[in-house]
């Protein structure tokens, strides 16, 4: 059976991502930081659909446990499937920027994804679909989240780049730019602020985990065989780059 890993898979984005590629038939192997209560919940939900599935405690910020996550006996049988879509994301003003924001930043988003891809790439199938989860901000940027835009903007570039260098070996590499989605990111909308947002986006609605993962599953599915390097953008009209 085909092994699906996914960063951060144990809740918002990540869980929905994790039950969509499990629908679509893969084993489930996710990773989490903090928040063991969620992932264990998404585990045993897919195991009660009889899903074979395990969740394994990574800090995708620190280079030694994602490289320990490379000895799981799972990964021996190889990586059909490789989601890099943990992150992290603090709002403050580009202006008050620290640089220890920006390296704490840049270690988990960036580094820690190029980290996830290194460690596991000698595992990766011959025909393997890579995702990486960006973001909107990476490309148009945040005047409150400079950092965060900064090391998805990295990531898009490396992503890309990764995806012309190994596109011989059959080997695939997409980016999905979410816009505003319904997760714990925006759980802090007051009901102005919300109305808002909502004024912002064409198709007047938050995007939904299940927006981003049907997306994954795409690019993960066969149909999406001749596609590497693209970059798209599940947003519902707010940004049109």
């Given at each position: 059976?085909?092994?699906?890993?996914?960063?951060?898979?144990?809740?918002?984005?990540?869980?929905?991502?994790?039950?969509?590629?499990?629908?679509?038939?893969?084993?489930?192997?996710?990773?989490?930081?903090?928040?063991?209560?969620?992932?264990?919940?998404i585990i045993s939900k897919l195991r009660q659909d009889?899903?074979?599935?395990?969740?394994?405690?990574?800090?995708?910020?620190?280079?030694?446990?994602?490289?320990?996550?490379?000895?799981?006996?799972?990964?021996?049988?190889?990586?059909?499937?490789?989601?890099?879509?943990?992150?992290?994301?603090?709002?403050?003003?580009?202006?008050?920027?620290?640089?220890?924001?920006?390296?704490?930043?840049?270690n988990v988003n960036f580094r820690g994804a190029v980290a996830v891809y290194t460690a596991l790439s000698k595992y990766l199938s011959k025909k393997a679909s890579i995702v990486a989860i960006g973001s909107q901000l990476g490309i148009r940027g945040s005047p409150h989240g400079a950092h965060y835009a900064a090391s998805k903007g990295a990531l898009h570039?490396?992503?890309?780049?990764?995806?012309?260098?190994?596109?011989?070996?059959?080997?695939?590499?997409?980016?999905?730019?979410?816009?505003?989605?319904?997760?714990?990111?925006?759980?802090?909308?007051?009901?102005?602020?919300?109305?808002e947002r909502l004024k912002q986006i064409p198709m007047g609605r938050l995007g939904t985990p299940d927006d981003v993962a049907g997306v994954v599953s795409f690019l993960c599915g066969p149909n999406s065989s001749y596609m590497t390097g693209a970059i798209l953008h599940v947003n519902g009209g707010l940004f049109l780059p």
């Amino acid at each position: 059976m085909k092994l699906a890993v996914i960063t951060g898979g144990g809740k918002g984005i990540g869980a929905a991502i994790s039950e969509s590629l499990a629908a679509d038939g893969y084993r489930i192997l996710l990773t989490y930081n903090n928040d063991s209560q969620s992932a264990e919940s998404i585990i045993s939900k897919l195991r009660q659909d009889g899903v074979d599935c395990v969740a394994v405690k990574v800090d995708c910020g620190r280079t030694d446990e994602v490289f320990i996550l490379a000895d799981h006996p799972w990964m021996q049988d190889g990586v059909d499937a490789l989601v890099l879509n943990h992150g992290m994301y603090h709002r403050s003003p580009a202006r008050e920027l620290t640089m220890n924001d920006l390296q704490e930043t840049m270690n988990v988003n960036f580094r820690g994804a190029v980290a996830v891809y290194t460690a596991l790439s000698k595992y990766l199938s011959k025909k393997a679909s890579i995702v990486a989860i960006g973001s909107q901000l990476g490309i148009r940027g945040s005047p409150h989240g400079a950092h965060y835009a900064a090391s998805k903007g990295a990531l898009h570039a490396w992503a890309r780049s990764l995806a012309i260098d190994i596109a011989n070996s059959g080997q695939r590499v997409n980016i999905i730019a979410p816009g505003a989605i319904d997760t714990d990111i925006l759980s802090g909308d007051d009901r102005q602020k919300r109305k808002e947002r909502l004024k912002q986006i064409p198709m007047g609605r938050l995007g939904t985990p299940d927006d981003v993962a049907g997306v994954v599953s795409f690019l993960c599915g066969p149909n999406s065989s001749y596609m590497t390097g693209a970059i798209l953008h599940v947003n519902g009209g707010l940004f049109l780059p």
